[in-house]
């Protein structure tokens, strides 16, 4: 978390605290009780503002406020409004290299937030190699901002359970699971590193013990699962756990691009060994994502991309949400559970989008096999 290992305070935070809200519409088609985390209300339009606005704040604070700074991230998408963001936040200059396929709303979007906008390369490694070698390698002032893979973003997005802790405590029996999307895996390691925080959590090894020992949990130290939702074709996380090992995705199909990690951080996998019973993994199909988008925008008039319509997904599936979580549960005992989705936002998405996924997607297969048939509203 940077040198002294604190987030930085409250007020100096280039991100913001978010409703939890209970949903009708999605508890209804859950079965149980589903709450909504809106990262959408972000400054940036994505949960991203907290890692990212956390690495960068750790990032001055160990070089000194008065000594200057650049940063430097290679992303059209998420990460790299969240960077120019937090960067104009900060008072601070970023550039942001994004690859020549980059829509030129997005292009115009970074520029809008005073960021040096370069365009290079036909995909974003080509991009990510000009900005390490021709931009930040000579720039002794400058900070590369990764997109998922450091500590001071997890811990960042961590401040997500913070919130959930106290926005849950009055809540009935607590909160019972926490649902996200994955592409790299910064949210599900800022998430489990916040739970861990809070004692939610029960490792392998005390797991082991605790059998031996016959010792239960105590009351009132509920620990809750989380779930990390992919999509088909961006399923890097799905691939290492099937494999028993971290392995890499040869290319990415989805639709899903915000999803698009060949391979999850290192560190993702190593606690999804650590904490085998508390994470677990399912992968819709990107017409599964994109239709719980069109779905989510007609139930709460909010938009989201297809990469944040995986996790909101299973919430729309009530036996695949009720088959992984909490197996061999009644249908009382599951209608009193409480699970979080993270609704982590995402600005590669328009009314018109949603319209073209509701004319492609809405009489798959797949679609109707998970959600039903919907009335068109």
Known sequence: ?????????????PW??????RSAPLSRAAGCNIYLKLETLQPSGSFKSRGIGNLMSQAIMQHGPEKPIRFYC??????????ATAALALDRPATIVVPLATSSFMVEKLRALDADVQQVGAHWSEADAFLRNSLLGPDPNGVYVPPFDHPDIWAGNGTIVDEVEEQMQDVPGGYDALVCSVGGGGLLAGLVEGLERHARLTSSASSAHQLLEGSNNPPG???PQVLGVETDGASSLALSLRNGTLSTLPTITSIATSLGATRVAPHVFSLTQTYPDHIASVVVSDAEAAMASVYFADDTRMIIEVACGASVAVAYNSPMLRKVLFPGCSDEEFRSKNVVV???GGSNVSLQVLDEYRRKYQDDERVLGAFGKRAVI
Request: glycine share 14%; aromatic share 0%.
């Open 342 to 344: 993270v609704v982590c």
């Open 221 to 223: 130290n509920k620990k």
């Open 74 to 83: 290679s992303s059209g998408g998420n990460a790299g409004l969240a960077c």
């Open 1 to 13: 978390m940077g040198s002294n290992g604190e987030l930085p305070s409250t007020s100096s935070r």
């Open 16 to 21: 913001v605290e978010t409703p939890l809200i």
